[in-house]
């Protein structure tokens, strides 16, 4: 079998174990799937998969990652700098630094970011997603003031809701001239 054919590995089996974050990447791996698999570690475990460098798909949601370990130094893995989509939506993901943390690295080819429905606390950095067009940070409990988000001009589907944000939404969202959903 020609292995280079093999551009995708979806894992669809039923309550993986919990060290499946510990996968060895092959150079050609660019899509997992392990949502509702029951996953239970910390979502800084993630960072394990940065030897996974064409990476574009990641999906973990519905699964009981959970605490944001905040002793962690280093950022989410630069190895995944190609990853289009991060879906991590759904888990038991707590702490005041998640979001600080998954962008710590730029993320140049990132167009869709779910972090929808955890437990994630604070304040949100200034946030720059020049090719996003999905963020979906809602039913969090995030309380700050209204994120600026620069270099916005993809953004399509902007969700923040649930939250306690205040301050100029206007002046926060005015580079964002796709907007379609807020």
């Known amino acids: ?6 551009a995708n590995f979806l894992l ?14 092959i150079g050609f791996l660019n899509y997992i799937e392990l949502a509702k698999n029951g996953i239970s570690r910390p979502v800084t475990d993630i960072s394990s998969l940065g030897v996974c460098s064409g990476l574009v798909f990641l999906n973990l949601s ?3 990652m959970d605490s944001f370990v905040e002793e962690t130094t280093r950022g989410f893995p630069a ?9 991590i939506s759904y888990n038991n993901i707590s702490g005041q630094n998640v979001v600080s943390w998954l962008l710590l690295n730029e993320f140049a080819e990132l ?16 946030l720059n997603f020049k090719n996003s067009m999905y963020l979906d940070l809602s039913t969090n409990n995030f309380s ?9 001009l993809k953004l399509q ?17 005015s580079s964002c001239g796709e907007l379609s959903f807020l």
């Open 157 to 173: 589907h902007l969700d923040l809701s649930s939250k306690k944000f205040f301050g100029d939404v206007g002046h926060s969202l």
């Open 111 to 126: 167009q869709h970011l779910s972090l929808k429905g955890n437990k994630v606390a604070g304040s949100l950095p200034k």
């Open 62 to 64: 519905e699964n009981f």
């Open 12 to 25: 669809g089996i039923q309550i993986l174990e919990s060290h499946v974050l510990k996968l060895t990447c």
């Open 1 to 6: 079998m020609d292995s280079s054919s093999v």
């Open 144 to 152: 700050s003031d209204f994120p600026r988000i620069d270099d916005c």
């Open 79 to 87: 190895g995944l700098s190609s990853l289009h989509v991060l879906d």
